[in-house]
T-cell receptor, first 110, second 113 residues
């Protein structure tokens, strides 16, 4: 069945780049999403990429999509303490539902 | 401001009680969703609604019920049949039932005492 996988934790130093990875299984996905969740809050849409794109950049965020390997990544440049959160990858599944990864908790070291 | 509101933020329930979680949106979205979030897990879909007076079961609908009498509102009832209801509940909406971007409310944390 459809599945989205992410590592559960990522630890980076403040000022470094963070790269959060995600793999998915549904090759028919039209959109792939990155959401951010701060403690005790709802999910906030960070960015999304169409399946016919390879890369999308938005200020400090860069999304890379490798359709052949079904691999999606989110790079956060110059990571700040405010970036500390859980990051969810989601793909648009074939039955009009979003399929969610378990989330990657980004930990910022001073 | 357009957005999604959920209330209450925290809810405590005694075993055997039904409780209802509120979700309201003023985005004029047709589709609305309820998810459950447990620590270390992704979001699991409970129910979704494509349009007023229509809703469908998601992956974990047992022990839950919903209604969609108005476009703006999609309340979720957690019944006593739900054996492990302690979780964080998230409501979302999207323009259409599709893979359109979903927008989320702030969530309700339900704890069973």
């Amino acid at each position: 069945g459809e599945d989205v996988e992410q590592s559960l934790f990522l630890s980076v130093r403040e000022g470094d780049s963070s790269v959060i990875n995600c793999t998915y299984t549904d090759s028919s996905s039209t959109y792939l999403y990155w959401y951010k969740q701060e403690p005790g809050a709802g999910l906030q849409l960070l960015t999304y990429i169409f399946s016919n794109m390879d890369m999308k950049q938005d200020q400090r965020l860069t999304v890379l999509l490798n359709k052949k390997d079904k691999h999606l990544s989110l790079r956060i440049a110059d990571t700040q303490t405010g970036d500390s959160a859980i990051y969810f990858c989601a793909e648009g599944g074939s039955n009009y539902q979003l399929i969610w990864g378990a989330g990657t908790k980004l930990i910022i070291k001073p | 401001d357009g957005g999604i509101t959920q209330s209450p933020k925290y809810l405590f329930r005694k075993e055997g009680q039904n409780v209802t979680l509120s979700c309201e949106q003023n985005l004029n979205h047709d589709a609305m969703y309820w998810y459950r979030q447990d620590p270390g897990q992704g979001l699991r879909l409970i129910y979704y609604s494509q349009i007023v007076n229509d809703f469908q079961k998601g992956d974990i609908a047992e022990g839950y019920s919903v209604s969609r009498e108005k476009k703006e509102s999609f309340p979720l009832t957690v019944t006593s049949a739900q054996k492990n209801p302690t979780a964080f509940y998230l409501c979302a909406s999207s323009a259409r039932l599709s893979t359109d971007t979903q927008y989320f409310g702030p969530g309700t944390r339900l704890t069973v005492l």
